[in-house]
Structure formats: structure tokens, C-alpha cells
């Protein structure tokens, strides 16, 4: 169990995070905000890993999507990651954006406790920030 208090919640640019990003630098020791697409969850978690992120939230690409959650799985690759990824669902992802950039801000200040568990989401049938 770990806690983040008062810690910056960045969207990431590009929103997938699978290569290269434009804001880096304000994602280390920062939790990103990206989208689900492009490339898989394993990948955007080492993207934002490498930039030297603590923890990735991945917003689904359905902005409509308020109900269906989706299981976050191992790519076919070896690879690894060293950080938390939590999915979010698409509305909820959508509306914490479309509220940044409203206000010109370029991240939320956030508090969570990051309850890390082999149990996924939807077995638990509780959307994740009820634990947050």
C-alpha cells in the first residue's frame, strides 16, 4: 500500500504516451494521465516509467464509456514494468481533461492511496477511485 498526497496529475502529450513525450519533464516523480490506444497498457506504463513517473492512470478512448471496464493484460512481450497502471474509465478520463484545460491548467494536485492487489477491478465490482 502506498500513498501519493499532493502529487500532480499530468496529462500526458501525445494523450497515448507511446513514444517520445512533449511534457517529459513535468511527469517525473508526477503521476500521467493518458489514453487508452495506440500501443498497449504495458507499453504506455514503460513510457511514462521512463520519463520517471510514479504511477500511470489510463483513461479509456470510449468518452462515453461510464459503465465498462476494461482488464489491463500483459502484452506478448517479456518486458516489465516498476510502477502502478490503473484503468479509468472514459468519461471519467475525458471529464478530468475537458476540466483542465477549461481552467488552463496543466495538471491536478491529487491524493491516493494505490491498494496494489492481483485482484482485477471488475471482480471486485467497484470502480477503482472508490479505493483512491
Not at 47 to 54: D, K, L, N, S, T
Request: net charge negative.
Amino acid at each position: 500500500n502506498t500513498r501519493y498526497d499532493q502529487i500532480h496529475l499530468v496529462p500526458a502529450d501525445p494523450p497515448e504516451a507511446c513514444g517520445e513525450l512533449n511534457n517529459g519533464v513535468f511527469i517525473q516523480d508526477q503521476i500521467a494521465l493518458v489514453e487508452r490506444g495506440g500501443c498497449s497498457f504495458l507499453s504506455k506504463t514503460r513510457v511514462i516509467q521512463e520519463h520517471g513517473g510514479r504511477a500511470v492512470i489510463i483513461a479509456d478512448n470510449a468518452y462515453d464509456n461510464d459503465s465498462f471496464y476494461i482488464e489491463m493484460i500483459q502484452d506478448s512481450t517479456r518486458r516489465t514494468a516498476d510502477i502502478p497502471a490503473l484503468f479509468l474509465l472514459g468519461r471519467d478520463g475525458y471529464m478530468i481533461r475537458r476540466s483542465l484545460e477549461q481552467h488552463g491548467l496543466p495538471w491536478a494536485v491529487i491524493s491516493i492511496p494505490v491498494n496494489v492487489t492481483s485482484i482485477p477491478t471488475y471482480e471486485m465490482m467497484q470502480p477503482p477511485w472508490t479505493f483512491w
